[in-house]
C-alpha cells in the first residue's frame, strides 16, 4: 500500500448505523454516521436531520425509545 492510501487509511472515518429493536425482535435503522477521532456526525434515515456530536455514542441521545424498544450504535469495521 502507497504511503498516501495508508495515511487515508489510518484517518478514515468509522462508520456507525443507529438502531432501534423492539421487543418483537424488529430492527429499523434510524439514521448512518461517522465516528471521527475527536467527533461525530450523524444523519437520519430519511435525510432530515444532523447532528454533530462530541462522540458517537451521543446519537443514541437523538433516538426516541420506549419500553419495548432498544436503541443501539453498530459499527460497520471491526475496531474496538
Request: hydrophobic fraction near 40%; charge should be negative.
Amino acid at each position: 500500500m502507497s504511503d498516501i492510501n495508508a495515511q487515508v487509511a489510518e484517518q478514515a472515518p468509522r462508520l456507525f448505523a443507529t438502531v432501534v429493536t423492539t421487543g418483537s425482535g424488529e430492527t429499523t435503522i434510524i439514521g448512518w454516521g461517522m465516528e471521527f477521532e475527536d467527533s461525530a456526525y450523524m444523519v437520519t434515515a430519511d435525510g432530515r436531520n444532523q447532528y454533530f456530536l462530541a462522540e458517537a455514542e451521543n446519537a443514541l441521545m437523538y433516538i426516541r425509545s420506549g419500553p419495548d424498544v432498544t436503541p443501539d450504535l453498530v459499527f460497520l469495521d471491526s475496531r474496538d
